[in-house]
Structure formats: structure tokens, C-alpha cells
């Protein structure tokens, strides 16, 4: 991908720039999480810890992480990595007392909805399917509300997957909840995913791990 930017057009008309993420970018991507997923778990932990991730990602050689943006304003993100479990232990050990930190702050605020799963948090290694190598993990990906349905989303998963392949990686794959997320679970099979399993996370949430191989799209 060309990282000053690439110009797009879909669904409603707006003109859409897909791009690498800077510093500069962090805030605005926060904010834009938070709208997309105000009840997940993520941003419950809120801005403190949502600063640590993506600052991870930035500094991190093996992450992916682009900016959709609409009149210099950004307007949606994706980021992975194409070393899921070495990505997540490096930003573990850096990080970790920044972690711990914006934890406990939002433990104290939500305790009942925090609890165990801030420590699964913590040792999260990016769930990669099993007997599958060289695949890059696209961990967070969101639209602004007001940009929904204009293809922001796909054309950022196609960039996003371009530059996975375009690094070596063979696949691309994700995890997503499977109760109450239709319209998710068909995002990703529209933009070329397949359903490669089904698990159930910390005894509880039902979790799917679609995948797209580079080596299909070839054929």
C-alpha cells in the first residue's frame, strides 16, 4: 500500500482516503472505537488502556494499522498484526504497568462487568487457528456510526489484506462474537472471509475465526 494514501469512493459518494496510522492518529481513533463498540469490553477499560494498545501498534514493526479518513477527518481504523503471539507478549512486557493501571481504574468503575476477564486481557496471544502458518491477525477494526454503510469498512479490510499478503503472510484471519452479531458475521463473508471455526472463550462467549487465504485468491 502506498502509505500517503489511496484514494476511495463507495456507497453514499464519500471520497475516502485509506492510509498508515501516525501518532497523530490516536486520539481520533479512540474516539471512534468508543462510538462503534460503546458496550464492549475494551471500551469499558477505557481511554488509558485503549491508549496503550494502539501506541503498541504503532511502535510495533509487525503491526498493520490504517486510517480511513473523509475531509482530513478520520472516520474509520484497522489494525492487526502479522505475528499474533509476538505482538501481544512484546506489548505485554513494555506495557505492562500502563496496563495494570488503566485496569484497576476501570475495574473500580465496572467490577461486576470487568473481574476475570481484564486477566484473559492481559494474556491474550491472538487465538491463531490451529496448523495454520504465517498468518496475520486482524485484531480491531471500526467505523464511525455516522460513515456506516458507505463501504468504508470493506475498503479498509481490503487494504488491510493487501498489505498482510504484500508482507509474506499467507492468511488473514479474525475472531468475532457469533450471538448477537449477524450483521458482523456477514461483513466478513462478504469481504471474502471464511468460517474456519467455532469456540467458546473463557467457558461462556461463543466465538468465530474466519480466515482468507491468500493462496485462493491467486487460483
Known sequence: ?????????????ALVTIRAATPQDIAETIAVHKAAFPAFFLSMLGDRFLLQLYRGFLQDSTS????????????????????PEGFFKRLLF?????????GASAFFRHPLQIGRRFLAALMY????????DNATLLSSIGVSPHYAGRGVGWSLVEHFCEEAFS??????YL????ANNDAANRFYVKC???????????GERKMNRYIRSFSEEKE
Open 64 to 83: 498493520i494499522w490504517l486510517i480511513a479518513s473523509h475531509n482530513s477527518r478520520l472516520v474509520g481504523f484497522v489494525a492487526g498484526t502479522t505475528e
Open 94 to 102: 513494555c506495557r505492562w504497568p500502563a496496563f495494570i493501571a488503566a
Open 1 to 13: 500500500m502506498d502509505s500517503t494514501g489511496t484514494q476511495v469512493e463507495r456507497g453514499a459518494g
Open 192 to 202: 471474502g472471509f471464511s468460517l474456519e471455526s467455532s469456540f467458546t472463550r473463557n
Open 175 to 178: 475472531l468475532t462474537d457469533d
Open 167 to 172: 508482507r509474506g503472510s499467507d492468511h488473514v
Open 125 to 132: 496471544r491472538g487465538e491463531k487457528p490451529h496448523g495454520i
